[in-house]
């Protein structure tokens, strides 16, 4: 196994202190309002993790302990399902024993102790390579020593998205993942002299995207090409792919679009997008994974593939009308990932806009919207 990259560059967005899961359960005791909160629970998505509650011990005894000389797999923990490695060198310690979180029921949880930077947990739940594109990870941590790092990714690749923010008390850590695809969850110790912390009830669940013909597969009629222009700013009609509309800050404005073979994968599909003016450009309104929350999420991470020719573009995530751009191109002729948390909430709106006052001329080549912590 490489040896582990361990601070993403998602970790200067992702949340420290998401939202704690809950049971949704209905409080209102008329058998209305009982079947209209019933409609209302989401669907509880199915934790990726095995053994997420570490309710079985492992087969090599509990506890265990070893030193590693060089970095690298530690061999199996505690608890079944669940491996140590050790970026640094050194002692690496765990233990399954009932968990002492609150309301946490007569599950367990793990203990880990180490004394060197990067080393404890791992989880690897698909094979290297494949996984869903975007995951919510979470874990109760209670840090005694040290500070502590999660983590979802591609194997040897995964980074940590987020760093616990206290000591002696439960403290539940929620992030998306940093590298995509996700197939290992990691929690290590963040600190240069180690850490030594308990975790309970860790979990990795799949964040769907919310947008629409995201590969830019389906066309929006009978023609792989579409052309509009508008005198005053609004709307400018459909793009030539489905679900995808146009939109004229700067008027008046010029618009060609076309769905062609891409450039980055082949046998798939991206749009070309020329437009003039300053902030024009592709529009998509989303609806909420949750069908009881019509604004849309609160917090949510976009990105797109963007091949920018000549000019800026500009991307964003925010509600309707009050969407700005929250990040921007910086290469000409080659692929460059954007990606931002919404700078709006709640976020049900994607722009793709030039940033340029004299436009600018793009290719798009897959976008993404996922609700994050």
Known sequence: ???????????????????????????????????????????????????????TVGSVGNPVSLITSVPGGAGWSAAADWTMFTNTAGYIYSRVLPTARPNAGTSNMIQVNTLGWGNGLVQVFKPFGTGPRKVISGAWVFVLRGKVGMGAGNGGNTGLDTLSQTTGQWEWLAASNGVSPANEFIIYSADVGGAEFFVDAASVVEAPNLLKNADFDLLSGNSVFATSSVNVPGGAGTSAAANWTLFANTAPAHFYTEVKPSTRVPGTRMMRVMTSGERNGLVQVFPSDNPCDLDGPDHAVSGAWVYVRSGKVG???????????DTESTLLN????????????????????????????????FASVNETP
Not at 19 to 43: F, G, H, I, K, R
Not at 336 to 345: C, D, T
């Open 334 to 365: 080659q692929w460059e990932w954007l990606s931002a948390p919404n700078g709006v909430s709640p976020a049900n709106e994607l722009i793709l806009y030039s940033t340029n006052t004299t436009g600018a001329d793009f290719d798009v080549d």
């Open 315 to 325: 991307l964003g995530t925010g509600n309707g009308g009050n969407t700005h751009i």
């Open 1 to 55: 196994m490489q040896r582990r990259a361990l601070l993403s560059a998602a970790l200067l967005f992702a949340s420290a202190c998401g939202p704690v899961p809950e049971d949704a359960t209905p409080t209102d005791t008329s058998s209305l309002a009982s079947a209209e909160q019933d409609l209302c629970v989401t669907p509880r998505k199915l934790n990726l993790l095995s053994n997420a509650s570490y309710d």
